[in-house]
């Protein structure tokens, strides 16, 4: 029987990723949350309460899993719960780690990028550790909620970029499904691995389209200074950090070709595959 581990598995991506693990015959999962009610119901699911500001019930139910997957949300010391964390579950005999990261960034850019990333170097530098799987996804789809309000009652998306200019997307799906094969895989075939998940690029002008043929009426594209998004993302999420990636992450490097591979042959969600799933957010 296979025993996973998973840390990060009420939110968007790792709700996902252990709908996905629970499917699999002879595998046990464990979910350790602060909320044990969010946490996906099922047979093989074992829950043990607790947070991040103190792992001792971590610490005490990590033997004897097999595997972590590891997603720590933005917080001020989140590489260094990344790598007390990753340190106890290799101590503990754990064989492999699947984390989801940030994407690759010049050095300090973003906050949340950074601490990612000295989080990974510290981690890969662990002395006799298990296999170390970083999962780098760039910018979530799901971020186009936090226009939701706007889409809803103005018909119009706003952004910093020029109408055409191309941004890079990822689809959560697309994220929890690569994270949860890897779990599944045998862990020599991804080692350690670090994996670069762009699923889509797509210009203002695009995704403004794109949503008025999902929606049936005409969603407009509003340009807006930087300024004018930060203070519209922090409204919603209090955070200097996130609100600063979100209103001036800009990079358009190409879809990931291995994309599909890691996926298992499928093509990755699209913008519109996304937006047509999720339509409901958006109608009046």
């Known amino acids: 029987m296979s025993r996973l581990y998973v840390i990060g598995g009420t939110g968007t991506v ?3 990723v252990v709908q996905e693990l629970v499917k699999q015959k002879g595998t046990q999962v464990t979910v350790y949350a602060r909320s044990p009610a969010k946490v996906f119901q099922a ?3 074992t829950v043990v309460q607790g947070d991040l500001d103190d792992l001792t019930p971590f610490e005490k139910s990590i033997s004897g899993h097999d595997r972590l997957f590891l997603l720590i949300p933005d917080r001020s010391d989140l590489d260094k719960i990344m790598i007390t964390i990753s340190k106890i579950a290799y101590v503990a005999g754990i064989k492999q780690i699947v984390d989801i990261s940030s994407t690759t960034l010049p050095s300090r850019t973003f906050s949340i990028d950074h601490k990612h990333h000295v989080a990974e170097e510290i981690i890969y530098a662990i002395a006799k550790r298990g296999a170390y799987t970083s999962i780098r996804p760039t910018n979530f789809m799901t971020n186009t909620l936090f ?4 889409i809803k009652n103005h018909d119009f998306i706003m952004d910093s970029a020029d109408p055409e200019e191309l941004q890079e997307w990822i ?4 994220i929890a499904q690569v994270a949860a094969r890897i779990l ?12 670069e998940l762009t699923g889509d690029l797509k210009t203002p002008l695009q995704r403004a389209s794109i949503l008025s043929n999902v929606l049936g009426r005409t969603i407009t594209y509003k340009q807006v200074s930087a300024q004018e998004l930060y203070d519209h993302f922090f409204e919603f999420t ?10 001036t992450f800009q990079r358009s490097n190409p879809v990931t070709r291995g994309l599909s591979v890691l996926l298992g042959g499928r093509l990755p969600e699209s913008y519109e595959t996304w937006a047509t799933k999720n339509k409901q957010a958006f109608l009046k």
């Not at 599944?184 to 994996?195: S, T, V, W």
């Not at 209090?238 to 209103?247: D, E, G, Q, T």
């Open 238 to 247: 209090k955070n200097h950090n996130i609100s600063y990636f979100l209103s």
């Open 14 to 16: 790792g709700s996902l």
């Open 171 to 174: 689809s959560p799906f697309d």
């Open 43 to 45: 047979d093989n699911v």
């Open 184 to 195: 599944q895989d045998p862990i020599e075939k991804h080692g350690d691995a670090a994996y």
């Open 147 to 150: 226009l939701a309000y706007t």
